[in-house]
C-alpha cells in the first residue's frame, strides 16, 4: 500500500511526548507513512497572537488526516498577559485552537470509547450482594456532538445593546434578569442545530447497529433545557422509530447519568450527547478504565477530515521531567483509531492486542496505574517511564 501523509501536531506539554511515542509504535507495527508536522498551541499564541496558524490548516486540509497530542488553555486574561510584548494591546484574543480546529473544518462528530482493558488494576469495581467485590466488563462509546452547544463560543461579558434587547424578549429573561445591570450580564448560548443533532444521532446509530450493541441512551437534559436537549431527544425518537426499530433507545438525564455510571455501566452501550454534556459523560467513562491515560477519541467531518487525540490535557508540570512518566496509551489508542478509519484493521489490532497483553501481563505500569502521585520520583519506585511503556508495547508486536 502506497505510503500515508499523516499531519502530526504535537502542540503543548506532554502532548509532544506522546505523540512521539505513538509514532514509534506506529512505526513498529508496519505503519507506512510521511509525517508532516504542524504548529499549534500556546507558544504560537505567544509569538504569533494565534495557537491555530492559517499554515496549519492548510496541512490538514490537503492531507485530511491528523494526529493530535494535547494543548495548552488559559483564561482570557492570563492568556493575554503571556503574549509577546510586541503583541500586547493590539486586540488578540485567545480561543481554545482544538475548539477552533473543529470550528474550522466542521469535525462535529466525536467517538470516545471507554473500554475496559483486563487485569487494569484502575478499572471499576464495586460490592455485589453479599459483599462480593465485582469488576463489571464495560464497553461504551460516547458519541459527542463537537461543534455547537455551549461550545459553539457565541457569549458575551456586558453583551452589546442588540443582544441584551433580544434577550429582553424572553419572558423569562424580563422576569429573573431585566433588573440586572448589563455591564454584569455574562451570557454563553447553548445552540443545537437540527442538521447537527440529526447527524450525530445517525451515527450513533449506525456505530451501534454495525458493531453489534444493543441500545443508544440519549444522555441531555430535556426536562429542564427543553429546546435544546429536547431536540435531540425528539429527534432521537423520530430516528429510532424509522430507522433502527431492533435498536433499544433509552433516555437519561446528564445528572442522573453521573450516579448510574458507577451503579451499573456495563447496562449502557453507545451513548450520545451534545457537546457539554458529552464531554462530561465521556471524562466520567473514562474514570471507569482507568482515567485520561486510557481515554481515545476521533472527529469527523463530513468532508473526509479527521483527527485524533487523546482527551487528556497536556499536563505541563510534567512535560519539564527528565524522565517522562506520563501514560501514553490513550494516544497510542487514539491512533488505532486513526488505523481503524484508515482501514489498516490488520494493524490496529495488533497495536490495540499489544497494549492488552502488557496490561493483563502487569509487569509494566506507569505510575497512575501504580496509584502514585505524579512525581519525577516515581520511576525510582518502580513505575514505568513514557518510554519503557512504549517499548513493552513494542515488544509485544515484534513476538
Known amino acids: ?63 485530511k488526516t491528523a ?41 462535529d462528530i466525536c467517538i470516545r470509547p471507554c473500554r475496559s482493558y483486563t487485569g487494569n488494576p484502575l478499572n471499576f469495581v464495586r460490592r455485589g450482594p453479599g459483599g462480593v467485590i465485582e469488576e463489571p466488563f464495560i464497553d461504551v462509546v460516547i458519541f459527542r456532538q463537537n461543534t455547537e452547544c455551549l ?18 424578549t424572553h419572558p423569562k429573561f424580563r422576569q429573573n434578569f431585566g433588573n440586572v445591570p448589563v455591564e454584569e450580564l455574562s451570557i454563553s448560548a447553548r445552540i443545537f442545530t437540527r442538521k447537527a443533532t440529526e447527524r450525530i444521532l445517525l451515527a450513533a446509530f449506525e456505530y ?8 443508544v441512551t440519549v444522555c441531555e437534559k430535556p426536562n429542564v433545557v427543553r429546546e435544546t436537549s429536547g431536540l435531540m431527544w425528539k429527534l432521537a425518537k423520530d430516528i429510532q422509530k424509522s430507522r433502527f426499530p431492533s435498536i433499544k433507545l433509552l433516555n437519561t438525564n446528564i445528572d442522573a447519568q453521573m450516579m448510574w455510571l458507577t451503579k451499573n455501566p456495563e447496562d449502557y452501550g453507545v451513548i450520545v450527547a451534545g457537546n457539554m454534556f458529552g464531554d462530561i459523560a465521556s471524562d466520567g467513562f473514562a474514570g471507569l478504565i482507568g482515567g485520561l491515560g486510557f481515554a481515545c477519541s476521533a472527529q469527523f467531518s463530513s468532508d473526509g477530515i479527521a483527527v485524533f487525540e487523546p482527551t487528556h490535557g497536556s499536563a505541563p508540570k510534567y512535560a519539564g521531567y527528565e524522565i517522562p512518566i506520563v501514560n501514553p496509551i490513550a494516544m497510542i489508542e487514539s491512533c488505532c483509531m486513526m488505523l481503524d478509519y484508515l482501514e489498516e484493521k490488520k494493524i490496529a489490532d495488533s497495536v490495540h492486542n499489544a497494549i492488552a497483553e502488557v496490561i493483563r501481563e502487569g509487569k509494566v505500569k506507569t505510575y497512575d496505574m501504580m496509584k502514585m502521585q505524579g512525581r519525577p520520583e516515581v520511576i525510582q519506585e518502580g513505575a514505568a517511564s513514557t518510554i519503557q511503556m512504549t517499548d513493552a508495547i513494542i515488544s509485544k508486536l515484534r513476538k
Not at 504535537?10 to 506506529?26: E, F, N, S
Not at 505567544?46 to 492548510?58: A, H, S
Not at 498577559?81 to 470550528?103: C, H, M, N, W
Not at 451501534?208 to 441500545?215: C, P, Q, R, V
Open 151 to 168: 461550545y459553539s463560543g457565541v457569549e458575551w461579558t456586558n453583551p452589546p445593546a442588540e443582544v441584551y434587547k433580544a434577550f429582553l
Open 208 to 215: 451501534a447497529e454495525k458493531y453489534g450493541y444493543k441500545s
Open 1 to 63: 500500500m502506497a505510503k500515508r501523509t499523516i499531519v502530526a501536531l504535537p502542540g503543548d506539554g506532554i502532548g509532544a511526548i506522546v505523540l512521539k511515542q505513538a509514532v514509534r509504535v506506529l512505526d513498529a507495527a508496519g505503519f507506512n507513512a510521511e509525517y508532516i508536522y504542524g504548529d499549534i498551541g500556546w507558544e504560537f499564541w505567544r509569538k504569533e497572537g494565534n495557537p491555530l496558524p492559517q499554515r496549519t490548516l492548510d496541512l490538514i486540509a490537503k492531507h
Open 67 to 107: 494526529l493530535f497530542g494535547a494543548i495548552t488553555s488559559k483564561p482570557n486574561e492570563e492568556a493575554k498577559a503571556e503574549l509577546d510584548p510586541s503583541l500586547q494591546g493590539k486586540g488578540f484574543t485567545y480561543s481554545s485552537p482544538i475548539v477552533g480546529l473543529r470550528q474550522y473544518f466542521d469535525l
